[in-house]
């Protein structure tokens, strides 16, 4: 099966690339798709951190099985910004 990876944050930084095609076996989840990555791609520090993913715009769990076409998405939690008019 081909699925589309988006990195996003440092971890686009780290793999050096945003997008790339990944050829999984069938029935592969979320998390398999992880543990290929971090296999194949040495810059890229999937494990022992928090991610997040999103399969075609849903936030997805570990488990979940993906289809031939699907997107998913890695992003690391994000927090900051700056203080609205209305904060103390």
Not at 16 to 21: L, N, Q, R, S, V
Not at 55 to 79: C, H, I, R
Request: glycine letters at 8%; charged letters at 20%.
């Amino acid at each position: 099966m081909k699925i589309t990876v988006r990195l996003f944050a440092t971890l686009r930084q780290q793999a050096g690339w945003k997008e790339k095609i990944v050829e999984v076996p069938p029935a592969s989840t979320v998390a398999g798709l992880m543990a290929q990555l971090a296999r194949d791609e040495p810059n890229l520090a999937l494990t022992g951190r928090t991610l997040y993913a999103a399969v075609n715009m849903t936030y997805a769990k570990s488990e979940q099985v993906l289809a031939d076409g699907d997107e998913v998405a890695f992003f690391p939690p994000v927090s900051g910004g700056s203080p609205g008019r209305n904060n103390a």
